[in-house]
């Protein structure tokens, strides 16, 4: 089973390679900010969990990423489980996550893991289709 925690400055060039969206200077915040997982398995990463906090409050996840040759072995929901546990444990009492309407793989990781679809915004000139957001109550 996967390993999980925090990432160190050390993983940095890692996420930035895997991550390449982001970009280097984002990445180092974000991992300075506490706002990365990964996920090691035999000692070598093998995925991530990126996330904010929207309106500066509600955990967001933002990005999670499992490398392919590992996807499929719980190491995504393993990713999930300990970033709800953390959240939970900051007294979070609601998770948020989103997806492009046309990703149906990714929505049907949400509502496996318990999050149920919000509503939907349409980002002009950013995405060519709409972004669907999902909520999850962890009381």
Known sequence: MA???SASQAEVDWLTRE????GKAWVSRCVAFGEYLV???????VGFLRFSRFWGRIPY???IRVLPEY???GIGTALFLAWEGAMRG??????MTSSKCDESRPQDWHRRNGFAEIGAIELPGLQSVPEVFFMKRID
Do not use: H
């Open 3 to 5: 390993e999980v925690a």
């Open 19 to 22: 991550d390449a969206t982001a």
């Open 39 to 45: 996920a090691r398995q035999a000692g070598e990463i």
């Open 61 to 63: 996840m933002e990005m």
């Open 71 to 73: 996807r499929r072995s």
């Open 90 to 95: 900051e007294g979070a009492r609601l998770l």
